[in-house]
């Protein structure tokens, strides 16, 4: 069904939650865009790639998650407000 006709049953995370499913979200399409399209152009589909995806969000998930904070206020910090 599309998403406009289903919109009252499907269920929408906490606001509470938006730090963790931010750089959740943000690791593991980047992970795997980055990594994953890398390796697959570079020899093909090879066995293991999955794991060894895994193993490269493992590492960017912790990195993005305290990192993001430190990033967001350095760009707040150099952003000019707009009138």
């Known amino acids: 069904m599309p998403y ?6 499907v269920k929408k995370l906490p606001a ?3 730090r963790f499913a931010l750089p959740l979200g943000t690791t593991f399409f980047m992970t ?5 399209f890398a390796t697959w152009r570079a020899i093909g589909m090879a066995p293991g790639m999955v794991g ?5 969000w493992a590492i960017a ?3 993005m998650y305290f ?11 150099w952003a000019i407000e707009e009138n």
């Open 4 to 9: 406009h006709i289903v919109w009252l049953i």
């Open 16 to 18: 509470s939650t938006l």
């Open 32 to 36: 795997f865009l980055v990594s994953g």
């Open 52 to 56: 060894t995806w895994m193993i490269s």
């Open 61 to 63: 998930y912790p990195t």
């Open 67 to 77: 990192m993001m904070p430190i990033v967001r206020r350095w760009l707040l910090r």
